[in-house]
C-alpha cells in the first residue's frame, strides 16, 4: 500500500511516499480501507517530536480516517493513533464510528478530532454559563470554525472570533460571530475588550500560546476562564497563583486524547454534532483536499496559515 512514513524527526522534507505492507489487524482492532485521512496541528507537532505524547520511528502520521470497514463494508470514521496517511489504517474497535447517510467523508472528519474537541471544549472545559461572552482564537479554523458556530447552541451570548486577514474574519462573521478582530498579540486585550463593547471577556479557546495567551488573560472578567486546546507558537506559558487570586481567574487544559479515552464523551458528542449537520445548524468548513503525495505542502500550508477550515488527503488520489 501507499503511505506517507518518516524515519527521522524534523520539518516537512522528512515525509516521505513510500509503499509498505497492509497492516494486519490483532484482536480487538478493525482494518479500514481509508479514502480520506484528516490533517491536524498535532500531525505537525509529532513529526518533529514535540507532541503532548512521545513518537517512534518510523512513523506513519495521521490519527484520523475517513473510509470502508474491511469487515463489514460500511463507510465510518476512526481515531487510529497514528497510521493514518496511508491506503490502508488499523484502529481500535471502540474508536470506530458509523458516518450517517447524507454525510460526506471530509465533513465526517471534520467532526471526529475538531468537532470532538469543540464540543467538550464548550461542555467539559469551559462549562459555559448561558449569556456568557465567548472569544474564539483562530475563528476560521478548522475547530475555530466549529466553536464560532457552537456558540449558540451551547448558550454563549457574545461570540468573538480572531483571524489573521480581512477575508478569515469575513468568514468568522458568516458563521455566526458578533465580532471578528484582528488576532495579533499587540493589543490583542483591549481590541476584545472594545469588542465586547467595552467589557472584559468570559471565556477565551485559546490554541496559540505565547503571546496570545497572555493578552487573552489580560482580557478576561473576574471568574473568567481561559481555556488552551493547543500551542501552535511551540511557546510555553507560565501561570502565576497571585495573578489568577487577583481577579479570580481560571486556566483549564483540553487534551483531546482524554475524551479519547473514554467512549461515552464521545458518543453523546458525535450524536449531537451529526445531528447538527442533519438539521443544517452546523456547517463543517472545508479547507482543502490534497493527493496523498502531497502531504508535505499541505502540512506546510497549514503550519503557514495559508488555510482555512479543515484539511484532508485523498488518499485515493
Known amino acids: 500500500m501507499r503511505a506517507i512514513q518518516q524515519t527521522e524527526f524534523g520539518g516537512p522534507e522528512v515525509l516521505q511516499l513510500v509503499e509498505l505492507p497492509v497492516p494486519e489487524p490483532a484482536e480487538g482492532e478493525v482494518l479500514i480501507r481509508v479514502t480520506r485521512a484528516g490533517l491536524n496541528f498535532a500531525d505537525t507537532h509529532a513529526r518533529e517530536d514535540k507532541y503532548v505524547a512521545k513518537q517512534q520511528l518510523p512513523l ?20 487510529c493513533g497514528t497510521g493514518g496517511y496511508a491506503e490502508y489504517a488499523l484502529a481500535p474497535a ?3 464510528f ?14 471526529l478530532i475538531q468537532g470532538l474537541t469543540a464540543w467538550h471544549l464548550y461542555r467539559t472545559a469551559a462549562q459555559l454559563r448561558r449569556g456568557e461572552t465567548v472569544v474564539v482564537i483562530s475563528g476560521a479554523g478548522g475547530t ?4 464560532v458556530q457552537l456558540g449558540r447552541h451551547m448558550g454563549a451570548g457574545r461570540v468573538i472570533a480572531t483571524a489573521s486577514s480581512a477575508e478569515k474574519r469575513d468568514l468568522c462573521l ?12 499587540e493589543g490583542l486585550a483591549e481590541r476584545l475588550v ?5 467589557e472584559p471577556v468570559d471565556v477565551v479557546f485559546e490554541m496559540a500560546g505565547g503571546t496570545v495567551f497572555e493578552a487573552c488573560q489580560e482580557a478576561l472578567a473576574p471568574f473568567g476562564r481561559l481555556v488552551a486546546y ?11 497563583t497571585g495573578r489568577l487570586l487577583r481577579r479570580s481567574h481560571s486556566v483549564v487544559g483540553l487534551w483531546i486524547n482524554h475524551v479519547l479515552e473514554r467512549p461515552a464523551m464521545i458518543d453523546e458528542a458525535l ?4 445531528g447538527l449537520v442533519a438539521s443544517g445548524d452546523l456547517r463543517v468548513v472545508l479547507g482543502g483536499t490534497y493527493p496523498l503525495a502531497e502531504a508535505r505542502r499541505a502540512q506546510e500550508d497549514l503550519v503557514g496559515r495559508r488555510t482555512t477550515g479543515k484539511l484532508v488527503l485523498d488518499v485515493t488520489a
Open 98 to 111: 458509523p458516518v450517517p447517510d447524507g454525510v460526506d467523508d471530509e465533513t465526517a472528519l471534520a467532526l
Open 94 to 96: 471502540n474508536h470506530v
Open 60 to 79: 506513519v502520521p495521521g490519527s484520523e480516517v475517513a473510509g470502508v470497514d474491511e469487515r463489514t463494508g460500511d463507510r465510518v470514521v476512526a481515531l
Open 230 to 240: 493547543g500551542i501552535a507558537t511551540k511557546e510555553q506559558n507560565e501561570v502565576r
Open 174 to 185: 458568516e458563521l455566526g460571530a458578533d465580532a471578528a478582530i484582528d488576532g495579533d498579540p
Open 194 to 198: 472594545h469588542a465586547n463593547l467595552g
Open 144 to 147: 475555530g470554525s466549529l466553536l
Open 271 to 274: 450524536h449531537d454534532l451529526f
